[in-house]
């Protein structure tokens, strides 16, 4: 932290649960204050998650480059401020991710001496972690985040201590993780507690009521901005209606707080309590920000991590929302974020289609359980059926309130409250949500309210994924009707392709692969890929297709075949433009002819098993330049020789780069067995899919010469 100039930093390791990062230590700001965060998936888009996928540092040197990458760090932490991030791994040993918080330099980029010095401390990090777990330690993170304290605050000089006691305003002096250090008498007269009961403490203990989530913001903006912060505050309810102007004043080396009487504001917070099954929820629901009184006559304010996160889950899941493309997306992300909001265990989305209810995603139930609900008709009397047709949200306080409304009904073994949820988009009915809870609990109006809101963007974002996932089946049907079915059996060479679509987005893109018989003896092997996804690319690649196929039969050279397929593109238009490697094999001699647009240099496999990276000569991408030339290489194949084409999905890895993943290509071409073909065709490509998260796709084309003229 001091290293990089930084006033706050932590460490996230890996926990026991796949894909999940716990915050394992935190020094430099009130741990408390940053509950949200303990928990990050590693697939959502946040600094901390991006820098562990990619092996590479994220540096946001201010709120702006911060908005700009990651919304949805900024809608929860809206202040001016930079941040670090630094992986801590060893080789292909990912461990979790270092963070250092500082103040913000609008404009001027992380120096490369601070880049460094978080570079070396994360590979300290990463060597010790190593060195544990060669000695058989677990370097899993479980529970909750251990704080690491500052120097304890001293009290101070005693002549700013009498300075400061003939103020008439109380007084608090705090370090950087909130603890008391001084405390004026005016500060002591004022909250009725003497110095000793306060110094040394933090402040959300030593004065709970301060810990409202409802105030948690105005604490982060104070630790973090730098800036001065006031607002009001209630003080429970002892003495009853007392409210307090509270002001913090931050500095490198603390924050200043004062406190002094006010009145009721305009505006208050509402009430955020949680109701039990037996609670007088009207009463509760119009009092302002309910807490109860401990022995002491203070108020002990029971606010979880839960029920902290809900300040800002909701326009976490709204920005989320609109990054999700596929129906399952969606789901996983109101799994992520809706759930750790409201403290939810379970969750189930139902999608409406011909008058029934099918179970779309569910998760936290017993295996099979809402078996028997799947496909239910819309006349079913069933609360999930009824918060549809209705369009009127449903809560239950208990298992036993629900069973009391609809007798009968099937009950998994949990006795915890449950909300229904219409998903309406547009006034057309879309499915429901069910959320489930592991005990009973009560819904207070604003997050009744809330819930019913989210509800409504979970909808949109839903109807809009199943346009999306109805475009893709046409995209994967017209992909599948463009690809090769079949590759042509010829005397001497054997011929074996493979393909893979993205698991990201449309998960369909514009590779493809094809071997063209000319009619002149000859053998065309042709490998290409089309920028961007979806639609639009794989109508391309088969527009590209047929083009290189009809300039092949019509016994065009590679140069001729290569350009006119560049002037094709050009002319077509279609604003997107495309790699590829075209080669013309003589099957008896082994010579090729080879020419290249843009696209990654092909493998050379020799009968011995050497294995090389061909370095072809080559132009352009297509679709760029009408004026483009593409010389053309000669090579020979010899008996036993395999070649192999691909396209940059089946080497390029996020943070890594592709001069690697052609590197890992070569050697395991090298070391697999050279026949059967389709078996080395299948080892090269498994590593890849056995990848559940991949942006792009993969073409694979190889090409072995079994016999012929030596």
Same mark, same amino acid.
């Given at each position: 932290?001091?290293?990089?100039?930084?006033?706050? &930093?932590?460490?996230?390791?890996?926990?026991?649960?796949? =894909?999940?990062?716990?915050?394992?230590?935190?020094?430099?700001?009130?741990?408390?204050?940053?509950?949200?965060?303990?928990?990050? *998936?590693?697939?959502?888009?946040?600094?901390?998650?991006?820098?562990?996928?990619?092996? *590479?540092?994220?540096?946001?040197?201010?709120?702006?480059?911060?908005?700009?990458?990651?919304?949805?760090?900024?809608?929860?932490?809206?202040?001016?401020?930079?941040?670090?991030?630094?992986?801590?791994?060893?080789?292909?040993?990912?461990? !979790?991710?270092?963070?250092?918080?500082?103040?913000?330099?609008?404009?001027?980029?992380?120096?490369?001496?601070?880049?460094?010095?978080?570079?070396?401390?994360?590979?300290?990090?990463?060597?010790?972690?190593?060195?544990?777990?060669?000695?058989?330690?677990?370097?899993?993170?479980?529970?909750?985040?251990?704080?690491?304290?500052?120097?304890?605050? +001293?009290?101070?000089?005693?002549?700013?201590?009498?300075?400061?006691?003939?103020?008439?305003?109380?007084?608090?002096?705090?370090?950087?993780?909130?603890?008391?250090?001084?405390?004026?008498? &005016?500060?002591?007269?004022?909250?009725?507690?003497?110095?000793?009961?306060?110094?040394?403490?933090?402040?959300?203990?030593?004065?709970?009521?301060?810990?409202?989530?409802?105030?948690?913001?105005?604490?982060?903006?104070?630790?973090?901005?730098?800036?001065?912060?006031?607002?009001?505050?209630?003080?429970?309810?002892?003495?009853?209606?007392?409210?307090?102007?509270?002001?913090?004043?931050?500095?490198?080396?603390?924050?200043?707080?004062?406190?002094?009487?006010?009145?009721?504001?305009?505006?208050?917070?509402?009430?955020?309590?949680?109701?039990?099954?037996?609670? %007088?929820? #009207?009463?509760?629901?119009?009092?302002?920000?309910? $807490?109860?009184? %401990?022995?002491?006559?203070?108020?002990?304010? #029971?606010?979880?991590?839960?029920?902290?996160?809900?300040?800002?889950?909701?326009?976490?899941?709204?920005?989320?929302?609109?990054?999700?493309?596929?129906?399952?997306?969606?789901?996983? @992300?109101?799994?992520?974020?809706?759930?750790?909001?409201?403290?939810?265990?379970?969750?189930?989305?139902?999608?409406?289609?011909?008058?029934?209810?099918?179970?779309?995603?569910?998760?936290?139930?017993?295996?099979?359980?809402?078996?028997?609900?799947?496909?239910?008709?819309?006349?079913?009397?069933?609360? !999930?059926?009824?918060?549809?047709?209705?369009?009127?949200?449903?809560?239950?306080?208990?298992?036993?309130?629900?069973?009391?409304?609809?007798?009968?009904?099937?009950?998994?073994?949990?006795?915890?409250?449950?909300?229904?949820?219409?998903?309406?988009?547009? !006034?057309?009915?879309?499915?429901?949500?069910?959320?489930?809870?592991?005990?009973?609990?009560?819904?207070?109006?604003?997050?009744?309210?809330?819930?019913?809101?989210?509800?409504?963007?979970? &909808?949109?974002?839903?109807?809009?994924?199943?346009?999306?996932?109805? +475009?893709?089946?046409?995209?994967? !049907?017209?992909?599948?009707?463009?690809?090769?079915?079949?590759?042509?059996?010829?005397?001497?060479?054997?011929?074996?392709?493979?393909?893979?679509?993205?698991?990201? /987005?449309?998960? $369909?893109?514009?590779?493809?692969?094809? @071997?063209?018989?000319?009619?002149?003896?000859?053998?065309?092997?042709?490998?290409?890929?089309?920028?961007?996804?979806?639609?639009?690319?794989?109508?391309?690649?088969?527009?590209?297709?047929?083009?290189?196929?009809?300039?092949?039969?019509?016994?065009?050279?590679?140069? *001729? $075949?290569?350009? /006119?397929?560049?002037?094709?593109?050009?002319?077509?238009?279609?604003?997107?433009?495309?790699?590829?490697?075209?080669?013309?094999?003589?099957?008896?001699?082994?010579?090729?002819?080879?020419?290249?647009?843009?696209?990654?240099?092909?493998?050379?496999?020799?009968?011995?098993?050497?294995? +090389?990276?061909?370095?072809?000569?080559?132009?352009?991408?297509?679709?760029?330049?009408?004026?483009?030339?593409?010389?053309?290489?000669?090579?020979?194949?010899?008996?036993?020789?395999?070649?192999?084409?691909?396209?940059?999905?089946?080497?390029?890895?996020?943070?890594?780069?592709?001069?690697?993943?052609?590197?890992?290509?070569?050697?395991?071409?090298?070391?697999?067995?050279?026949?059967?073909?389709?078996?080395?065709?299948?080892?090269?490509?498994?590593?890849?899919?056995?990848?559940? %998260?991949?942006?792009?796709?993969?073409?694979?084309?190889?090409?072995?010469?079994? =016999? /012929?003229?030596?």
């Amino acid at each position: 932290m001091e290293a990089a100039g930084g006033y706050a &930093a932590g460490v996230y390791l890996r926990s026991p649960t796949a =894909g999940l990062l716990l915050m394992a230590v935190f020094t430099g700001l009130p741990l408390q204050l940053f509950r949200p965060w303990w928990r990050m *998936q590693v697939n959502r888009p946040y600094p901390v998650a991006e820098a562990y996928r990619s092996g *590479q540092a994220v540096l946001l040197p201010d709120a702006e480059s911060a908005m700009s990458r990651f919304p949805q760090l900024m809608a929860g932490l809206p202040f001016p401020f930079a941040s670090l991030y630094e992986p801590v791994t060893a080789g292909t040993e990912r461990f !979790g991710v270092l963070v250092v918080l500082r103040e913000a330099t609008p404009g001027i980029p992380v120096g490369t001496a601070d880049r460094e010095r978080l570079r070396r401390a994360a590979e300290q990090l990463a060597a010790d972690l190593t060195a544990l777990a060669a000695d058989g330690g677990r370097v899993l993170w479980e529970g909750d985040p251990m704080g690491v304290p500052a120097p304890p605050p +001293e009290a101070g000089a005693e002549g700013a201590r009498r300075a400061a006691d003939r103020l008439a305003q109380a007084v608090l002096s705090l370090d950087r993780e909130g603890r008391i250090g001084f405390v004026n008498t &005016a500060a002591e007269e004022l909250l009725g507690l003497d110095g000793p009961h306060l110094r040394g403490r933090l402040l959300w203990e030593a004065l709970p009521w301060l810990g409202h989530p409802a105030y948690e913001d105005h604490f982060r903006a104070g630790f973090m901005s730098g800036e001065p912060v006031h607002f009001p505050a209630r003080r429970g309810r002892h003495p009853p209606g007392q409210w307090l102007s509270v002001d913090l004043y931050p500095a490198a080396d603390g924050v200043t707080l004062t406190l002094g009487t006010s009145a009721k504001p305009a505006y208050a917070p509402a009430s955020r309590t949680r109701q039990g099954p037996d609670s %007088d929820s #009207d009463a509760d629901a119009d009092a302002d920000m309910d $807490v109860d009184l %401990d022995v002491d006559g203070y108020a002990d304010l #029971d606010v979880s991590a839960d029920e902290a996160s809900a300040l800002y889950r909701p326009v976490a899941l709204a920005i989320a929302l609109t990054e999700a493309v596929t129906a399952r997306q969606v789901s996983a @992300v109101v799994t992520e974020e809706l759930l750790p909001a409201f403290g939810g265990r379970q969750l189930a989305i139902y999608l409406l289609d011909e008058r029934h209810l099918y179970l779309a995603w569910e998760t936290g139930f017993p295996q099979g359980f809402l078996n028997r609900f799947d496909g239910v008709s819309l006349d079913v009397r069933l609360p !999930g059926v009824e918060t549809l047709t209705t369009g009127r949200p449903m809560f239950f306080e208990s298992m036993q309130h629900l069973a009391a409304a609809y007798p009968g009904i099937p009950l998994d073994a949990d006795v915890g409250a449950r909300a229904f949820l219409p998903l309406i988009a547009s !006034g057309r009915p879309v499915g429901s949500c069910i959320l489930g809870f592991d005990s009973p609990r009560g819904f207070s109006p604003e997050e009744r309210t809330v819930l019913t809101a989210l509800a409504g963007l979970i &909808a949109q974002a839903l109807a809009r994924a199943r346009r999306y996932d109805n +475009e893709v089946a046409l995209a994967r !049907g017209l992909q599948s009707a463009l690809l090769p079915h079949r590759l042509p059996v010829r005397e001497h060479v054997d011929t074996v392709g493979r393909y893979l679509p993205g698991t990201q /987005g449309m998960e $369909v893109g514009g590779d493809w692969y094809d @071997v063209v018989e000319t009619g002149t003896g000859l053998l065309a092997l042709v490998i290409g890929d089309v920028q961007g996804h979806g639609v639009a690319a794989a109508a391309t690649m088969g527009q590209l297709r047929s083009a290189v196929r009809a300039f092949a039969l019509s016994g065009s050279t590679p140069e *001729q $075949v290569v350009s /006119g397929t560049n002037q094709l593109l050009i002319d077509l238009d279609p604003g997107q433009f495309a790699s590829c490697c075209y080669m013309l094999l003589d099957p008896a001699s082994g010579s090729v002819m080879a020419a290249r647009a843009g696209h990654p240099q092909p493998l050379l496999r020799h009968p011995d098993g050497r294995t +090389e990276v061909l370095d072809l000569a080559g132009g352009v991408v297509l679709g760029i330049d009408p004026e483009a030339s593409y010389p053309v290489t000669e090579l020979r194949l010899t008996t036993g020789s395999i070649l192999a084409l691909y396209t940059d999905g089946l080497v390029e890895k996020p943070g890594l780069d592709i001069d690697v993943g052609v590197e890992r290509l070569r050697t395991a071409l090298e070391a697999a067995r050279p026949s059967p073909l389709a078996e080395t065709a299948d080892r090269l490509i498994s590593e890849a899919g056995n990848t559940a %998260d991949r942006p792009d796709d993969i073409a694979l084309l190889l090409a072995s010469r079994t =016999g /012929g003229d030596p």
